[in-house]
C-alpha cells in the first residue's frame, strides 16, 4: 500500500539522517513533512467533568484550563444556584462506566457527596483527593477512575495540580489488578 511504501522509505531516510549531524533538526523536519502530507489523527482523552453548586466556579475554571489538551464534557451544574449533585453525577458516572469518557472528575463542597454517588455504579472506582500525593496513589494503586473535588476545603491552586496528578498518572497494574478486580459486587 501506499502508506507503507512512504512510511519505509522516510524509516530509510531518518535512520541515515540519524547517523549524521543535525539529528534533532532533520528528525523534526521528517515529523513535520511527513505529518503535513499524512496527518494522523491524535485523539485527546476525554475527561467528563460535573458537580454542584458549590464546585461551579472552580469547574469553569478547571474547564478553561483543560480543554486545551483533553476532550471536555460538561455534565453540570451550569450556574451557582443551589443544586442536587446526584442530578450531574450520576449521568456523569454511567458515561465513564459506559466507556464514553476515559476519566471523571466531580466537585463539590466537601467532596463527599459526589464521592458516595459516583461509587453507587458498579464500575466506578471515584477518589475524594485533596492533596497529590492521594491522586497518584488513586490512580496508581485503585485505578481510580473519576476524582473527586472537595472544594470548600482547597484553593484552587491546589485542585488544578491534583487534577493534574490525576489524570497524568496511569494505573501500576500488577498486583493492584487482582485487589481491583475483587471490588465489584457481584
Avoid at 102 to 131: E, F, M, P, Y
Wanted: glycine share 6%; charged share 25%.
Amino acid at each position: 500500500m501506499f502508506y507503507e511504501d512512504v512510511f519505509e522509505s522516510y524509516t530509510y531516510l531518518f535512520i541515515y539522517y540519524f547517523e549524521g549531524l543535525g539529528i534533532k533538526l532533520k528528525f523534526l523536519f521528517f515529523n513535520f513533512v511527513f505529518n503535513f502530507r499524512y496527518p494522523l489523527k491524535i485523539n485527546k482523552m476525554k475527561i467528563a467533568i460535573g458537580g454542584d453548586h458549590a464546585g461551579f466556579e472552580y469547574k469553569k475554571t478547571i474547564i478553561s484550563t483543560l480543554e486545551n489538551k483533553y476532550e471536555i464534557k460538561d455534565f453540570g451544574s451550569f450556574s451557582d444556584e443551589s443544586t442536587d449533585y446526584p442530578d450531574y453525577v450520576h449521568p456523569l458516572s454511567s458515561a465513564v462506566e459506559a466507556g464514553e469518557y476515559d476519566l471523571g472528575i466531580v466537585i463539590c463542597g466537601s467532596g463527599n457527596g459526589v464521592a458516595i454517588t459516583a461509587n453507587k455504579h458498579q464500575q466506578i472506582r471515584c477518589a475524594l483527593c485533596w492533596n497529590t500525593e492521594l491522586a497518584a496513589l488513586a490512580r496508581q494503586h485503585n485505578n481510580a477512575n473519576v476524582l473527586a473535588i472537595p472544594a470548600r476545603f482547597i484553593s484552587l491552586e491546589e485542585a488544578q495540580e491534583i487534577i493534574k496528578t490525576f489524570l497524568e498518572t496511569e494505573f501500576e497494574g500488577g498486583r493492584h489488578s487482582r485487589r481491583i478486580d475483587k471490588i465489584a459486587c457481584v
